[in-house]
């Protein structure tokens, strides 16, 4: 079992920047490909962002792609989205994943852990 839970979601003018966290434990978390997927009102949960287990191989959906960077670091257990110059339609709970499966996460499909997932909203 993996534990994922997320962190630094909030309320952020847009234009601004804001970084969220995922923490992670249980099982190896270098065994993992972690990503983020947001899921706005009333929407479809969509893929944002996923790394490569050893962090060297990165992916992004076209609409944050310039803005968004993926980071994670295996000594701490965690996984990062740094997000730079918000648009009120980045508006979300953003969701943590894991996967032994990077093409799960970019897929959104058969992903083997979730978080509960923190608030994102981008004000106009």
């Known amino acids: 079992q993996v534990q994922l839970v997320e962190s630094g979601g909030g309320l952020v003018q847009a234009g601004g920047s804001l970084t969220l966290s995922c923490a992670a434990s249980?099982?190896?978390?270098?065994?993992?490909?972690m990503g983020w997927s947001r899921q706005a009102p009333g929407k479809e949960r969509d893929f944002v962002a996923a790394?490569?287990?050893?962090?060297?191989?990165?992916y992004y959906a076209d609409s944050v792609k310039g803005r968004f960077t993926i980071s994670r670091d295996n000594a701490k257990n965690a996984v990062y989205l740094q997000m730079s110059s918000l648009k009120p339609e980045d508006t979300a709970v953003y969701y943590c994943a894991a996967d032994p499966r990077l093409h799960n996460i970019a897929t959104l499909s058969h992903v083997d852990y979730w978080g509960k997932g923190t608030l994102v909203t981008v004000s106009s």
């Open positions: 790394i490569s287990r050893n962090g060297g191989s990165s």
């Open positions: 249980g099982r190896t978390f270098s065994l993992y490909a």
